[in-house]
C-alpha cells in the first residue's frame, strides 16, 4: 500500500522547507508519493458584469499555468530527479478548504505545509491558512518552521 502526503507549496521558503520534509518522509517510508500543490487564494464571491467574469476565467487560467511552470513543476523535477514518485497540481480557492479537499478526494494520509507567512491585520482577522488547516483537516498535519 503507498502512503500519499500532501506537501502545500506557497512560493516562498516556507514551502521550500515544507516540500525537503516531505521528501525526506518519503524516503523513510520508502513506497509513497507526494502530492504536490499551490493553491491561488481565489474568492468566488464577486460583483462583476458578464465581460469582467469572462476576463477574470482567462486570467485564473494564466494564474495556473504560471504558479505550475514555476512553483511546481520545478519541484515534480527536482523529486523525479530524486527518484521519489510525485504528482502536482494547481488550484484556485481558499488555501486551507482546497488542501484538505484535495487529501480528501486523493486519500492522502498527511499534509505538510510550512508555517504560515501571514502576519498583522489580516492574520488577526482572518487567521493564517496554516492554523485554520490544521483546525479543520481530517488527516494529520504536519507544519514545518
Known amino acids: 500500500m503507498t502512503t500519499k502526503l500532501l506537501v502545500g507549496l506557497d512560493g516562498h521558503s516556507s514551502g521550500e522547507r515544507a516540500l525537503a520534509y516531505g ?60 527518484g521519489i514518485t510525485a504528482e502536482g497540481m494547481v488550484r484556485h480557492g481558499n488555501v486551507s478548504d482546497t488542501l484538505e479537499s484535495i487529501a480528501s478526494s486523493k486519500s492522502a494520509d498527511q499534509i505538510i505545509v510550512g508555517r504560515s507567512t501571514e502576519t498583522g491585520l489580516s492574520q488577526r482577522i482572518f487567521g493564517s491558512s496554516t492554523a485554520n488547516l490544521v483546525m479543520q483537516a481530517t488527516v494529520p498535519v504536519t507544519v514545518v518552521a
Open 23 to 82: 521528501e525526506s518522509m518519503a524516503k523513510l517510508i520508502g513506497n509513497c508519493t507526494l502530492l504536490v500543490v499551490y493553491v491561488i487564494e481565489w474568492s468566488p464571491y464577486s460583483f462583476q458584469t458578464a465581460e469582467e467574469n469572462a476576463q477574470r476565467h482567462k486570467r485564473r487560467e494564466e494564474e495556473i499555468s504560471t504558479a505550475m511552470s514555476r512553483v511546481v513543476q520545478p519541484a515534480l523535477d527536482s523529486l523525479k530527479e530524486k
